[in-house]
C-alpha cells in the first residue's frame, strides 16, 4: 500500500484552504480533496516503520506557521494550482531524516507548496479566481499543528486519498 506523510493546519487555515479548494473545483474543475502540505510521498514502506517516523516527528517538531510566497500554477495534474510555501528547516531536517530511514526517494523538481487544485485548469483569464486567491494568499502565514499518516499517491485516485492517522505536533 503506498503511504504519504502529510502536515495539515489548524481549524483557520484549515477552513480557508478548504474553501478555497472547494471554489476552484466548482470553478475550474478537477477533484476536491483534504487541505495538506506533502512532506514525504508516495512511499511503498511498511505501515510500522511509517507511523514510527510520525511519532518520532510528532514528539520533535512543534505547531508552527509556514509563509505563503505565492500562488502558482502548472500544467502538472498534482501542481496545476498551489501555494509556494517557505517550510521552516526543522522541517526540511525531518524530511530527510524520514527519506533516508525509509529509503525513498525525493521528488526533487517539486518546491514546498501546498495544493488548492488538481487536474487541467479552464477559465484561468485576468480577473478569474485565480487572480483573487494570489491577491488573498499574497505573503500570509499558515498555521500547521499536525501530522498525517495518508492513503495516497499519484497512482490513487486524488477522490479516494484518506488520512488514516492523525498525531498533533508537540
Given amino acids: 500500500m503506498a503511504y504519504s506523510i502529510w502536515l495539515s493546519f489548524d481549524d483557520e487555515s ?80 525531518q524530511r530527510r531524516k524520514i527519506l533516508r530511514e525509509l529509503r525513498c526517494q525525493e521528488f526533487p523538481g517539486d518546491p514546498d507548496h501546498v495544493s488548492l487544485a488538481y487536474g487541467p485548469l479552464r477559465n484561468c483569464g485576468p480577473g478569474s479566481l485565480l487572480e483573487e486567491l494570489s491577491n488573498k494568499y499574497a505573503s500570509r502565514e499558515l498555521t500547521f499543528q499536525y501530522v498525517d499518516i495518508a492513503n495516497s499517491a499519484k497512482s490513487i485516485p486524488v477522490e479516494n486519498w484518506r488520512v488514516i492517522k492523525r498525531k498533533r505536533l508537540r
Avoid: N, W
Avoid at 487541505?35 to 514525504?40: C, F, R
Avoid at 514502506?45 to 511519532?55: F, L, N, S, T, W
Avoid at 500554477?73 to 526540511?92: D, G, I, N
Fill in 14 to 93: 484549515s477552513a480557508m484552504l478548504r474553501s478555497d479548494i472547494r471554489k476552484l473545483h466548482l470553478s475550474l474543475g478537477g477533484p476536491v480533496f483534504d487541505p495538506h502540505l506533502t512532506l514525504v510521498g508516495d512511499m511503498e514502506a511498511e505501515i510500522g516503520q511509517v507511523k514510527e517516523m510520525v511519532r518520532c516527528l510528532a514528539s520533535s517538531v512543534a505547531p508552527g506557521r509556514i509563509l505563503v510566497q505565492g500562488l502558482e500554477t502548472s500544467s502538472s495534474f498534482f501542481m496545476a494550482c498551489y501555494l509556494r510555501v517557505q517550510l521552516p528547516q526543522s522541517l526540511k531536517d
